[in-house]
């Protein structure tokens, strides 16, 4: 029995294997334990193993080519038009051996170790971003029960707990101010370990010479460098920079049909993290537009004077990616003459 191609459904403990011979012909139906999984492998000849990008699949890819197995990880998305009917995992594994031996196949790139804990970092950060934010929603909104109401940002924030800590306030009831004042000190708390995570990150990036140019370009800090080092990894798989963008989901769908063509919104695509940290690159980039001289300054007063605010931050992190590619791609730092043409 020779296997040349395996589909494996993986999961938390019980993975399943689909394996078929030259012909194509099925030849092995397996389920296994996660203890199993690489006493399985290691006794079998070296063949081509289809997983889905999942949770854990970088990891499961990475183990299978130490064991010398060519191991390839298919868009979820793309494995789910191979299967028949049903849903199982008996099914999901045949279905992933079905898609992984087609020619026009994309297939997702094996992350690192070390990739996968730069990206620790950046989930951390956007996580603690998240909570910060949701906790500071729940202080303005409980200050305005009492009528207490400030600005947006983080002078309003700090009005609020200005307020807060006035003991010749009279507003707030003593058994709400104590409270209040707990959520406070979760939000300070929550600052502190917010800098001690970008200080981390920052860090990285000054040893990476990769991510020093990618700064080069207005609009990338030291947390998109970082997330496109370690997300992007080799950019050579990508023919140029629209299919970069393309990638990210930054270029507008198409839904044609009878020799007629209509674009809509952005696809929407690639990893939210990364086409995020663009857009709101490219959106303080308006800004500075206002005053900029250079080409890209021009080209973005040139766009805001018939499209959206919103649209154009859009298209201007559309551009930002582009540049990203080719500064990444040709080892070189950003050049506004090269960016504008």
């Known amino acids: 029995m020779q296997i040349t191609t395996i589909g494996l459904d993986i999961a ?20 296994l334990r996660r203890s199993q999984v690489l006493k399985f492998f290691a006794a079998l000849e070296p063949c081509v ?12 890819a990475r183990e299978l080519a130490a064991l ?39 297939f997702v790139p094996v992350k690192s170790a070390a990739q996968q804990a730069t990206m620790v970092s950046h989930r951390l950060h956007d996580m603690l971003i998240r909570q910060r934010t949701m906790l500071i929603n729940l202080l303005r909104s409980q200050m305005a029960e009492f009528g207490l109401v400030a600005s947006k940002g983080g002078q309003g924030v700090a009005t609020l707990v200005a307020i807060l800590n006035d003991a010749a306030e009279t507003r707030i009831p003593a058994p709400a101010r104590a409270m209040l004042k707990e959520l406070v000190a979760t939000i300070e708390a929550l600052n502190l370990r917010l800098d001690s995570t970008e200080k981390a990150i920052v860090a990285s990036v000054r040893s990476d010479p990769v991510a020093r140019r990618l700064m080069t370009i207005p609009g990338v800090g030291p947390i998109t460098a970082s997330a496109m080092v370690a997300m992007v990894g080799d950019p050579s798989r990508f023919r140029n920079g629209r299919h970069f963008a ?15 063509m209509r674009l809509g919104r952005i696809s929407k695509m690639g990893d939210r993290y ?68």
């Open 68 to 106: 010398g197995h060519d191991a390839r990880l298919v868009p979820p998305s793309y494995v789910k038009g191979y299967v028949k009917r049903g849903k199982s995992d008996v099914i999901d594994a045949e279905a992933i051996c079905e898609a992984v031996t087609r020619p026009s196949m994309r």
């Open 246 to 260: 393309a990638w990210l989901g930054l270029v507008p769908k198409q839904n044609g049909t009878g020799g007629k």
């Open 12 to 31: 938390k403990n019980v993975f399943q294997v689909h394996g078929v011979d030259t012909d194509d012909r099925p030849v092995v139906r397996k389920k």
């Open 49 to 60: 193993v289809g997983l889905e990008a999942c949770a854990s699949a970088h990891y499961w």
């Open 274 to 341: 990364l086409r995020k940290l663009l857009v709101l690159g490219a959106t303080s980039g308006l800004g500075r537009a206002r005053a900029g001289r250079d080409p890209m300054a021009r080209w973005t007063r040139r766009l805001k004077e018939r499209r959206a605010p919103r649209l154009v931050s859009v298209a201007l992190a559309n551009k930002m990616a582009r540049i990203v590619w080719a500064v990444m791609a040709h080892d070189e730092v950003y050049r506004p003459e090269a960016a504008a043409a």
